[in-house]
């Protein structure tokens, strides 16, 4: 079996590493390289990486559609197109290349969470248990028909950084699986329940600025969802917070964004209970339990946090 791999980001690795572990994989094509950091140096996609470390042809087109590019695959001869988190939509006339279409894995049980941000916004909505799709490609944005899934719980622990590396790892060996049987014919696609189909969103850095006017437990939830990017904060006196660690405590009686102390850090009152801020990282500084941010600013203590929305 021939295909060319379509990923960039840490949750397609698992993928491309079994694939190639497994089948022939003819080339990958990921993202370009993109400026990073302070110094705003080069930094490769992980996809790109590691088919650097398997020996793989790597593609990084601007524009995947183009006439080079497009000959290029179809020069590859692929059976199908295996797509993890690219990152760019896939047109009719690259659907419609290799005999067997596009496969696409996808961070969620389709129809729920279909988009670019399921991992997140599945902790956000609090849901029990999310799982990974293995579908057939259509025009639209993750609507085509299933092929397989698997689900896993949601952990009261998890970060969008821990359930994304646990789904990627599930997202490869169902890829394995289900491939021979996709292809064999012995597979039925199995079309989506549109009716039960929710959305998300592409998400920004200012998505992460925590609201005392929400309620902890909501916000307890973002500080999970959001780690490792776009990052959770608050802001006080001009300074952006980092909140990487939290808890919802229930009850509160003080006005929402009003900061008060206790043994185990700074607790931020909401809506409705308090934000204990467990770890934090200060802008500039390295990450640090809450007490000892709140030992090393006293003044925290009573102070009434700007919300967002003022």
């Not at 279909?114 to 916004?121: E, L």
């Not at 609090?126 to 639209?140: C, R, Y």
Request: aromatic share 4%; glycine share 10%; charged share 15%.
């Amino acid at each position: 079996m021939r295909f060319v791999f379509l990923g960039s980001p840490d949750f397609a690795v698992p993928a491309l590493q079994a694939l190639a572990g497994r089948f022939t994989v003819a080339g990958v094509i990921t993202q370009p390289d993109r400026p990073a950091g302070r110094g705003r140096t080069l930094r490769t996609s992980p996809v790109k990486d590691t088919a650097t470390e398997l020996g793989l042809p790597v593609l990084q087109p601007a524009n995947l559609h183009s006439p080079e590019v497009l000959s290029q695959i179809a020069a590859w001869q692929p059976e199908a197109l295996v797509v993890a988190a690219y990152g760019r939509i896939l047109r009719p006339v690259l659907l419609a290349l290799p005999a067997y279409g596009c496969v696409n894995l996808h961070a969620s049980l389709l129809p729920r969470w279909r988009g670019a941000s399921p991992i997140q916004t599945a902790i956000l909505a609090g849901d029990a248990q999310t799982g990974v799709s293995v579908m057939l490609m259509d025009p639209g944005m993750d609507t085509g028909p299933i092929l397989a899934q698997q689900a896993t719980p949601i952990l009261e622990s998890d970060t969008a950084g821990t359930l994304s590396a646990r789904l990627a790892r599930l997202g490869a060996d169902l890829l394995l699986k289900t491939l021979p049987d996709y292809l064999s014919g012995r597979l039925t696609p199995r079309a989506q329940d549109a009716s039960q189909a929710t959305a998300t969103r592409l998400l920004t850095k200012a998505d992460g600025a925590l609201d005392p006017l929400e309620p902890a437990a909501s916000l307890a939830r973002k500080v999970r969802a959001y780690h490792p990017w776009p990052g959770a904060f608050l802001t006080w006196q001009g300074r952006r917070i980092g909140v990487l660690q939290a808890a919802a405590l229930d009850r509160t009686d003080h006005l929402p964004g009003l900061v008060t102390a206790s043994p185990d850090g700074p607790i931020l009152a909401t809506r409705n209970g308090g934000l204990l801020l467990q770890v934090v990282q200060p802008a500039g500084a390295r990450p640090m339990s809450g007490a000892d941010f709140l030992r090393g600013q006293p003044s925290l203590a009573g102070a009434r946090l700007s919300l967002p929305s003022e």
